[in-house]
């Protein structure tokens, strides 16, 4: 089965800055998402689309704000969406992101509560937009609830439902039956959304793949609320490694959270838990000892360490001779 992502950096990221990104920093992760070919993207402040005046979110841009901004990116091929929390509904909400090219919205309630969410789900389907569904607290249900609650809504016009494990209490044996059920009670796909407060989002994510989730949220750096969500460029790494999301740039998006993105979060004291660097040596199976052949190199060439590092470890891991990262850095140069 293809898995693919949704970001939600400006949305549940926003936590870590109060309520709502700037509009300065919206339009920057925006150009850096959607050049990267992030499928899915999900905007606004953290409370979704009509809290700014529903419920106080005066913390962050208006919803026009970031709606406008997105007018930019809508023709890039990403889809861009809006949360909206089911007790915060608003007719001219809906109105609004459809008249503002919104691809989706995706309604949100915790687990048990799917009937306030169907006049919701009409109304945004009636739009012509696509209407996405995020079960909060999806744990309070069990597995068998969870599908139930999964029939009762794909009846009402969902596109996609996603399984909120909003506390980061979730196991990977809960994680692979909630999503295993769920994905066996409807024909609709199933997205998971991990948060790390157990230090298992990527343990759980892979849960979620290897039991018939068909989207993934993450978000930068793991940017989210509490401990954060499992971070994008983590995600994409780590599913590529089982040949999933190549579509995604994985060395565009490590660039641009180096150049860009960390730059602009240290006004706010976030610090990336996992930089880069150490990601690609992950994902390539390079030692860190070897680093500074590498960068030398790199910088001789002018080229990409990341992808150099890469190159050089699938052909050895075990111990890369100078030739060797000379020889394959000339080479990266020359096909630039």
Not at 232 to 252: K, N, P, S
Not at 291 to 303: G, S, T
């Amino acid at each position: 089965m293809k898995v693919t992502l949704m970001d939600c950096t400006l949305r549940d990221g926003a936590n870590v800055v109060g309520k709502g990104f700037s509009a300065e920093i919206t339009d920057m992760v925006l150009d850096g998402l959607t050049s990267c070919g992030v499928p899915l993207i999900e905007i606004g402040n953290s409370g979704g689309i009509g809290a700014y005046e529903v419920a106080g979110f005066t913390d962050a841009e208006t919803d026009l704000t970031y709606l406008d901004i997105a007018r930019k990116y809508l023709n890039r091929g990403s889809e861009i969406g809006m949360f909206l929390n089911a007790k915060r509904y608003r007719e001219k909400n809906v109105e609004l992101a459809k008249d503002c090219g919104l691809h989706f919205l995706r309604v949100g309630a915790d687990a048990g509560d799917g009937e306030i969410s169907v006049k919701v789900i009409k109304d945004i389907r009636k739009s012509g937009m696509r209407v996405f569904y995020s079960v909060m607290k999806a744990y309070i249900l069990s597995a068998d609830e969870l599908a139930e609650e999964g029939r009762k809504l794909e009846d009402a016009g969902l596109d996609e439902i996603t399984i909120m494990d909003s506390a980061g209490t979730m196991l990977p044996e809960q994680v692979a039956e909630y999503t295993e059920k769920l994905s066996c009670a409807v024909s609709i796909p199933v997205a998971f959304h991990c948060h790390n407060n157990l230090g298992l989002s990527a343990a759980n994510a892979i849960a979620a793949y290897q039991y018939g989730a068909a989207i993934l949220d993450c978000g930068l750096m793991g940017m989210a609320r509490s401990a954060g969500n499992l971070a994008t460029e983590i995600c994409v790494a780590m599913m590529q490694r089982y040949g999933q999301m190549e579509e995604i740039d994985l060395y565009g998006l490590l660039d641009f959270i180096d150049n860009r993105l960390e730059p602009a979060m240290k006004p706010f004291h976030y610090n990336n838990p996992v930089k880069p660097i150490d990601l690609v040596l992950g994902k390539s199976g390079c030692h860190s000892s070897f680093l500074k052949k590498f960068r030398a190199a790199a910088e001789a060439e002018n080229i990409n360490l990341y992808r150099l590092i890469m190159e050089v470890s699938a052909v050895d891991r075990k111990s890369p001779s100078d030739e060797l990262i000379h020889k394959t850095a000339k080479e990266i140069g020359r096909s630039r």
